[in-house]
């Protein structure tokens, strides 16, 4: 057996944080959104000598924890503070997984330093598939505004954008909430996925966006020691080894059907942006020590699968999703509860006669879950587990709780941008940016895609 010992001069070196110009009185860019793409957007802003002022439709992490406990609790729904919406943005309750698909080493070590610069461990500099931990995100995210503010940049909470002041096809700023006007001529967009309202509000307004692609399907959890036992081979996996996770692709019926965001010892949340709708996530703390391991499981989707909502144009992906978890809201009883089925009995088309305490908090209603989607997801779902449980032998178990469904895999909508300049092609001064206009999936990428708008930004300001 083979034993590789970290290098201790990477594991205990010293990470500064990049030097920070003071901003305040310099020329000013709008970020819109505090998620990951927004802060490092700003932040790199503030490196270049610009001032970002970032505009927040939610709230600071202290207190966005209220919102999160009224989802869980009381099943209400703020549409401006959830899972998805405040500072941190979406990423801010999640695993904090950090591995991405960029091949650019470069820029994603840059992201990991800045993480450890702002207080993440030194482990995820060294570790083949680094996270952080639902706990120890939101300090760091903190720590990122402190940053900003302390260097004469602005952080705006609850201050929701609803339009674009745009001029001969240049932008002149953003009108907010009530409709306080805010002046720039450059904004970063960088909204997230669920910021439906910014997809209707550009489509209203004859901004160019177009559907995109994403994947659907549902969230599976799993008692952890079951996953351990599969994955090692053995009954108990002991204290030297971390929780296992798991990752797993099949084709059925010429789609793919993967796992998506698997979190070992970790809890599904309630991840709605609107009431009357039901979302599934998942997330775990640091030490990933739930007893049980969750993972969204999802089927690729087609353009031509929002056929039937062909007269929404460009949101005809949004809407496609949208109906599919308004109508889980509506099959589990119009609350947080969560439609759920055993695998098994998915897989036969029955109704479960039992569902057991899963870690989704609002509760679970017992439903056959084909009822939640089109018929061809439902038989590529139902075949794709019996596939799965061919790979990890147990897997495919009436003891596996699904829950309906998992549909915040990906933006549904692409907003356009120029590949040299990363500006809107109809709307200069644009910067569509991160996850929300298509162009990053997950925390690093989000990043990594926020500090190239504000390079490019500020390019375009000399
Ligand atoms: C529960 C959960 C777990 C996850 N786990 C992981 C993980 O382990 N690893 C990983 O890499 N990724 C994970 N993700 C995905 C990850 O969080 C996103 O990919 C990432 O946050 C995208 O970054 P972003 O900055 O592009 O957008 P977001 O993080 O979505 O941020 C967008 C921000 O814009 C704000 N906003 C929206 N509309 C407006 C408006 N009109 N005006 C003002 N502000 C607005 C929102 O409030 C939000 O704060 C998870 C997501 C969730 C929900």
């Known amino acids: 057996m083979l034993f590789f010992f970290a290098d201790e001069d990477v594991v205990h070196r010293r990470i500064d944080f990049p030097v920070y110009k003071n901003v305040k009185d310099a020329p000013r860019v709008i970020v819109v959104g505090a998620g990951p793409a927004g802060y490092f957007a700003a932040l790199q802003l503030i490196e270049l000598g610009v001032k970002p002022i970032v505009v927040e439709r939610g709230k600071d992490v202290r207190s966005r924890r209220r919102d999160l406990r009224a989802i869980n609790i009381e099943h209400i729904v703020n549409p401006d503070s959830n899972y998805c919406f405040g500072e941190g ?243 589990a009883g119009e609350t947080q509860r969560v439609p759920a089925q055993r695998m098994v009995d998915f897989s036969q088309g029955k109704v479960s006669s039992s569902i057991p305490k899963t870690s989704y908090v609002p509760g679970t209603t017992s439903i056959e879950l084909g009822e939640v989607f089109p018929n061809y997801l439902t038989d590529i779902m139902r075949q794709g587990f019996q596939e799965f449980g061919k790979s990890m032998k147990g897997y495919f178990t009436n003891e596996a709780i699904l829950h309906a469904p998992e549909s915040r895999t990906s933006s549904p909508v692409r907003i356009p941008r120029e590949e040299n300049t990363l500006e809107h092609p109809q709307i200069k001064g644009l910067y569509p940016c991160g996850e929300g206009a298509g162009y990053a999936g997950g925390i690093v990428s989000a990043a990594i895609d926020g500090e190239k708008c504000a390079i490019m930004c500020v390019e375009s300001m000399q």
Not at 109 to 120: D, K, P, S, T, W
Not at 174 to 179: A, D, K, L, Q
Not at 262 to 268: F, K, L, Q, R, S
């Open 89 to 331: 943005g979406a990423g801010t309750y999640s695993d904090g997984k950090l591995y991405t698909r960029s091949k650019k080493r470069g820029d994603v070590n840059r992201i990991l330093e800045l993480l450890v610069a702002f207080g993440a461990t030194q482990d995820i500099l060294v570790e083949a598939h680094p996270h952080i931990g639902t706990n120890k995100l939101p300090k760091i995210m903190q720590d990122m505004r402190l940053k900003i503010l302390e260097f004469g940049g602005e952080v705006l909470f609850d201050t929701r954008v609803v339009d674009f002041i745009v001029k001969d096809n240049e932008i002149q700023g953003v009108v907010v909430n009530e409709g306080d006007i805010i002046e720039a001529k450059k904004v970063i967009l960088a909204t997230g996925h669920s910021a439906r309202d910014i997809y209707e509000l550009l489509d209203r307004k004859d901004i160019f966006i177009e559907a995109k692609p994403f994947a659907l399907g549902v969230r599976a959890e799993h008692e952890q020691s079951l996953i351990d036992k599969i994955q090692y081979s053995c009954d108990y996996r002991g204290e030297y080894l971390p929780p296992a996770p798991y990752s797993i692709v099949k084709q059925v019926n010429g789609r793919g059907m993967y796992s998506f965001c698997m979190c070992p010892g970790g809890v599904i949340a309630p991840c709605a942006t609107a009431p009357g709708e039901v979302v599934t996530n998942g997330w775990s703390p640091s030490k990933r020590d739930r007893t049980t391991a969750n993972s969204g499981i999802v089927v690729e989707l087609k353009l031509e699968d929002f056929k039937p909502f062909e007269k929404f144009g460009a949101l005809a992906g949004m809407e496609y999703q949208k109906a599919i978890e308004q109508k889980a809201f509506l099959l």
